[in-house]
């Protein structure tokens, strides 16, 4: 028997997109790279992430965060991984974001049986150093 | 000298509602009781909160603790403690939330003069057992 | 079918010591209490656990942490649970503990099928506020 | 005026010798590599760090992720950094570590006036996987 072939950043796109119909109009998360090694996912700036004093919020950089160990299973399991539940997340908050897009890349360190664990680090777009640091525990759960 | 009066929480209510103006209307958080002992925030139940399956999206919790520990430095240490950031967050899922409002409660464990530690428990509004559970670092800030 | 009758704060005593042979004498943890709702566990002030300027290591308090949640699962699912492995934990050192003995209190916050998640505050004996704070999962493991 | 030459690995290791003098004889840390870059230290095998079933206990674990923060601070701001305290350390448990060395490597996230973050991934030596993954934050104090 054959495996299951494993989505592409595209499909993972098109699956995000019918899964989650945005409300408001206007583009959620970019997945530009998206495979069991390695996953990197835009956050474009809009106004309504941004603080005073034009930075992205922490609210926006820790659901960002979340997303990209999201799309890290996806892209490890499959989509038939997509019920996975977050069960723990830890952010350090390094320093101000810029107000442009902000950059989530993801590196998968554990992916068992019943647990993924998934490092993420967060960058301004263009800038060298990440901007926060967050480690993402998700209780996996495949649809069958 | 006398010190500050502390914020009431309907004080820190109308700062919030004038530092954070509401995009697309309908209420935001509400403070229902701030004090430097105790502090508890509730989310009112929105669509564009929910995920699929119509319970309360972990970033709608992970923004509602960080908030909570926001307020209680202000219950502390007065509105000009308006400027701290985060620094470091930690969150474990518990349960499963109800599709509806979200409380927060929080209890301050360090008030320090760079750094802030704050313990957030989350409910589903009306059940007894927290859903969530987190642990808030903030870097003290104050206007002078 | 009876359930078994979950351990006493004495059994666990004694399977500790019958687990962990003490390699260089002298007393390790006291189990002080322990019940499903809550664990109280003592660390006896001991050279080798201090830091110059006689104060408790942060190893020291981050083991006795690991311990109390550990001894928190054996209070709720019995010795059958004693293969548990540490998955996770978070701790925020608060304030610098005094040369004594150090308590750590536990409270669980979630026991499911295949994770545990206990809340732990680490007390220098005879002070009122906590000198650090934790969180513990458990990767819940049972001997059949 | 001239910066303070940083101190080497050989350096860290004399002052950790003199500092921390080893009650029970043998060898405790080897620090193998520390620049402001990235920093390697060796926990050597010692039977009191073994759990029952030949693995490195989770303290022990913590303890050398601690420690690896703590060089790092060392080899960055040099020994006058010596003071700086742990303020908080999350860490994720991904693996069975073999009973051999633990090799415990740091990245160092953020040097802030106030605050050090260090990103650390502890080995078995000769593993190509981590078994461990922490992020350490440091309280920085200078000693003048």
Known sequence: MQPPRLPTAD??????????????????????HATPERVRVRLPSRPEYLRPGQSVSGPAQMALA??????????S????????????????????????????EGVLLKL??????TEVRLYSDGHPTPVAF?????AVRRHT
Chains 1, 2, 3, 4 share one sequence.
Do not use: C, M
């Not at 499959?78 to 989530?104: H, K, M, W, Y």
């Open 77 to 104: 399991l499959g989509l038939e991984g997509a019920a996975s539940v977050t069960s723990q997340l830890n952010i350090n908050f390094l320093s101000r974001p810029a107000a442009v897009d902000l950059i989530g």
């Open 112 to 117: 068992g049986k019943s647990l993924a664990v």
């Open 11 to 32: 499909d993972i796109q098109r699956f995000i997109a019918s899964s989650f119909p945005e409300r408001e109009g206007g583009p959620g998360v970019i997945v530009e």
């Open 66 to 75: 979340d997303t990209v160990a999201w799309v890290h299973i996806l892209a």
């Open 134 to 138: 967050a480690t993402v525990t998700y």
